[in-house]
């Protein structure tokens, strides 16, 4: 491994830590925010304000050709690989240790590089900008979230392929005040009490505990403070669930379940999300019911309603059940065997929930 510590790149980087004396607690959420590759060869950082960055370069091996990486504080939940396009082989986004995050991107061999000549400019307390090749390869730009803040309506938000490209983009998730709201997941059922049972004994107490624990990763992410009023597969009354949510005077109670149809019928498909009382309910309640149709495309819409469930009825804050859909119908439940779906669905009800507490005052 090279560091930088004789050309500018380092210098940059260097200025920029002797003047910001502000860093991250380890255990943070990343502070990577957002990032783009694009088709010119920069790249493009939107990290949280004043960070400490380190920036490495090294020369291919047997195993890996080319790598540039940056080291960001702050711990990345979901470490991911994406797979490149022109010079780049691969980028990933993983975790050398506890509270760091790292951005790697990987060259093809055949790649020309002049290392030497890169530098990595702050454009401003939080973005960053770095030439790493030149724009004679052809390339298709990659990037996850925004790296500047763009004002709503432009053309590419009103392009309905942009967005169904990114919707699922965790870093796309609306970003709220850090360390400020608490949130209960309840992942329904569990134990002895499996819930609905589906096609293929699909078990709604494993479908909603996997989804429930996603929301959670996300959500932490974003620096909302998470609960879940069961993390393994124990038989949790109703009661106790409600009195944990009380008990920590939680911002809002997100129950998730999955639904069965009388009769097991394979036609009845769709999803529906419950609130028992007040505004600040219905509101969250179709925020959610918004975000998880939008991933869940062909399943019937049952709407927002009013249900009397207990976990609802006895939460003192803003509460709702939110119904995935039904393991017993043929869409539906081939959809949620799938990890990747209930990821989606994670993502969906991550992004109704931060959409409601971005609200709030
Ligand atoms: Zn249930």
Avoid: C
Avoid at 80 to 98: F, S, T
Avoid at 289 to 308: A, F, H, T, W
């Amino acid at each position: 491994m090279k560091k930088f510590l004789n050309n500018k790149l380092f210098r940059y980087l260097s200025i920029f830590i002797f003047f910001n004396s502000t860093t991250i607690p380890l255990k943070s959420s990343s502070a990577l925010a957002a990032w783009e590759l694009k088709t010119n060869g920069v790249l493009e950082l939107r990290t949280k304000s004043n960070a400490n960055l380190k920036a490495y370069f090294q020369k291919s091996n047997q195993i890996y050709g080319d790598r540039f990486w940056v080291d960001f504080p702050g711990e990345l939940k979901n470490p991911r690989k994406i797979n490149g396009n022109g010079p780049i082989k691969e980028i990933r986004l993983g975790k050398p240790n506890n509270g760091q995050t790292r951005l790697v991107i990987e060259f093809k061999k055949e790649t020309y590089l002049n290392p030497l000549t890169w530098r990595m400019v702050a454009l401003d307390e939080n973005r960053w900008s770095i030439k790493l090749f030149k724009s004679k390869y052809s390339f298709k730009k990659i990037g996850e979230g925004e790296v500047e803040k763009r004002i709503r309506n432009t053309r590419a938000y009103q392009n309905p392929s942009y967005k169904r490209k990114r919707v699922y983009n965790y870093l796309e998730l609306p970003n709220i005040k850090q360390n400020k709201y608490l949130v209960v997941i309840d992942p329904g059922h569990g134990g002895l009490d499996p819930g609905a049972v589906g096609i293929g004994g699909i078990r709604e107490t494993d479908v909603v505990l996997e989804v429930s624990k996603i929301v959670k990763s996300l959500l932490s992410e974003k620096g909302v403070k998470v609960r879940l009023t069961r993390k393994n597969e124990v038989d949790l009354d109703l009661p106790p669930r409600v009195s944990f949510a009380n008990k920590i005077d939680a911002d809002i109670f997100v129950s998730i379940h999955a639904n069965a149809s009388r009769g097991k019928r394979k036609d009845i498909n769709g999803l529906e999300t419950f609130y028992y009382r007040g505004w600040r309910g219905k509101l969250l309640a179709k925020r959610i019911q918004k975000q998880i149709l939008r991933v869940s495309p062909g399943s019937p819409d049952r709407g927002v309603k009013q249900g009397r469930f207990y976990v609802i009825k006895n939460t003192r804050m803003p509460a709702v059940l939110v119904e995935i859909g039904f393991l017993t119908g043929r869409l539906d439940a081939r959809r949620l065997e799938k990890t990747a779906h209930r990821k989606r669905i994670a993502f969906a009800i991550s992004k109704g929930i931060l959409e409601y507490l971005s609200k709030l005052r």
